[in-house]
């Protein structure tokens, strides 16, 4: 038999070992090798090898130019109370409108957690344990009913989860969703490669690949038609979020109105950091453009700076993966019109074989992953805007098994919020310093999904339940 021609350019690009046992492996092994293959662009390949793995390769990241973004602050801490509500009232007509649409990017292998399937399909509520898609999906539901139209959700999954996210939809009857609505589509992936920038295999017949990382996700919405979709459907904003984090607000019309009243591409949500050292990126500017800069790569003392006028820390606004993005932005983003996202580099411990082929379990990292991040799209958007969120309204994710962002201090999150929305509407209600309610309560999102959907179904109640443990609010 003639040697496939892309052997052949995989042994001109020296990774002809991906093919070393090709002649032992049945047919369809050989197939599915040879179809994972044909997903590698080799010149890309080649090219972040060089630039990212080989020795002397360049990791540092250009910190010249820096200086804190600008962004509105909530009114409460100073920002314009009427510019805000001015958004607000137009983030509102937008989603009467049908302009908006949720996109979660739940394609990630979420290996800190170590739970066994798609994270979404976690349990995180307190009494109920909704599942973290289910929590989107009636926050979603309930959106739908107070705008008085459904939304569309697209979910971008893994090669790894697809299946499993939606088989997880279907056994549940996509919580109450028009299914119609509810759109799945796998993101792209690309290989691992070790130290001297050898593709892996992860066995005989596979190519050690993994998700191209959530930066891949504005390739995948082109791929997938969901921009086409958007476009016959009038939406043009798509309201960003993260699987893990069932705090957040995703439709949020103040945020909404200003990136449509700001003209924005992409706009973005910051939360103040808790401490100097908080684990988030920072938003930042660099030669007239916003940036974020990742912890790991803005040196400690600037962490830690502070404003010798107010005593706040000057690099205070953290990133916590919440946007809004213009359909036409990801489109041109996509196509490489607007620049293209860098691929940044992972040292992981990548399961693989030997030169017999078999199989290795590497007891520290032996390679290197490539992956995209959202968030470098950023400088290439136009009018980008940013405006200050509260932590406990938006942001607590499921990262880790135990510790910080656990799914202990995840539920304890989730109740904080619960009780602050009661007792703003005068409900009684014993809480801790940090805002903990004595008693374990739920909301479900169909009853309120923010403080003024929760306000508007309290004031509808004839009688007002005492908040007790094992209350549920639905
Ligand atoms: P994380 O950075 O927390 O990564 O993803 P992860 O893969 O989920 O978890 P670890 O690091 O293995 O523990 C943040 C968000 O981006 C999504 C994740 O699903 C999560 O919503 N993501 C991440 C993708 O959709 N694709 C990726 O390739 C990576």
Known sequence: MATPPIIDSFRRAGQGHVFAFFDQLTAPEQERLLAEAAEIDLAEIERLVNSLVRPGASAGVDLSDLAPAPYEARPEFGGDAAAWAKAKTAGEAALRAGRVAAFTVAGGQGTRLGYDGPKGTFGVTPLKKKSLFQVFAEKLRAAGVRYGRPLHWFIMTSHQNHAATESFFVENRFF?????????????????????????????????????????????????????????????????????????????????????????????????????????????????????????????????????????????????????????FIRRMASGGAGSLPFHRADKKIPTVDAAGAPVKPEKPNGVKFEMFVFDALPFSKNPVIIEALRREDFSPVKNAEGVDSPKTCREDLLRQYAKWATDQGAALAVDGTGLPAAEFEVSPIFGYDDDSFADAWHRLAAKPAIAAGLYLE
């Open 176 to 328: 109450g969703l028009d299914r119609a609505c509810v759109h799945f589509f796998r993101q792209g992936r690309m290989p691992a490669v070790d130290f001297s920038g050898k593709i892996l295999l992860e066995s005989r017949c596979s190519i050690a690949m993994s998700p191209d990382g959530h930066g891949g996700s504005l390739r995948a919405l082109d791929r997938s038609g969901a921009l086409d979709l958007m476009q016959r459907e009038g939406i043009d904003a798509l309201s960003y979020f993260q699987v893990d984090n069932p705090l957040v607000r995703f439709i949020d019309p103040a945020f909404i109105g200003w990136h449509l009243l700001r003209g924005s591409e992409m706009s973005s949500k910051m939360i103040p950091k808790a401490y100097a050292e908080e684990k988030v990126g920072h938003f930042c500017t660099q030669r007239g453009r916003n940036v974020v800069v990742e912890y790991s790569d803005l040196p400690l003392a600037m962490q830690r700076e502070t404003d010798p006028a107010t005593g706040k820390l000057r690099y205070l606004a953290g990133s916590v993966a919440i946007h809004v993005l213009d359909r036409e």
